[in-house]
């Protein structure tokens, strides 16, 4: 009779933990680089990108104003998938992970943990996240060439 207590409770600890294994790899995010850079400012406005995870290569891609480059994927279930893009405009760089939490998009953003939405938009001043009303976070700012 107690061999029955103690297997239900682990039996409905398994049976949770499989349960929210399942739920989290129902997620699809998307991670979007938006080129923002003003054309009548900057001669020079294309930006050239290059991102990749562990396990995939989203290869080169060059961006004119107003241009994007997306992505979508499943979360894996230990919440370990990392994206990083390296960007480079004229004599600039940034090198930087676009995604690596899936509560926000990237650690101790201000982004709602509900987010599936990673937008990334490309300025001259920098890289800006967007949240889905709209609110930008500005994480990070260009660097020179090396």
Same mark, same amino acid.
């Given at each position: ?7 239900s !409770?682990f039996l409905l600890l398994i049976?949770l933990f499989?349960?929210? %294994?399942h739920?989290?790899?129902i997620n699809s995010?998307q991670?979007?680089?938006v080129n923002n850079?003003? !054309?009548?400012?900057f !001669? ?5 990108i290059?991102c990749a995870?562990?396990d995939?290569?989203m290869?080169?891609?060059? %961006?004119? !104003?107003?241009n994007k480059?997306?992505?979508s994927?499943?979360?894996?279930y230990f ?9 480079w405009?004229g004599l600039k ?6 995604f690596?939490?899936?509560?926000g998009c990237?650690?101790d953003?201000p ?5 599936? %939405?990673c937008?990334?938009t ?6 800006? %996240?967007e ?13 020179p060439l090396h």
């Amino acid at each position: 009779m107690s061999s029955s207590y103690i297997k239900s !409770p682990f039996l409905l600890l398994i049976i949770l933990f499989i349960n929210i %294994l399942h739920l989290k790899c129902i997620n699809s995010f998307q991670v979007q680089v938006v080129n923002n850079i003003d !054309p009548t400012k900057f !001669p020079f406005n294309s930006i050239k990108i290059h991102c990749a995870s562990k396990d995939n290569d989203m290869g080169f891609h060059d %961006l004119s !104003p107003n241009n994007k480059f997306e992505w979508s994927f499943k979360e894996k279930y230990f919440a370990t998938t990392m994206f990083f893009c390296h960007f480079w405009w004229g004599l600039k760089e940034r090198a930087f992970e676009v995604f690596n939490v899936f509560q926000g998009c990237i650690r101790d953003s201000p982004l709602s943990p509900q987010t599936l %939405l990673c937008k990334w938009t490309v300025t001259d001043k920098g890289f800006f %996240l967007e949240d889905a009303s709209g609110k930008k976070y500005n994480p990070y700012t260009w660097e020179p060439l090396h």
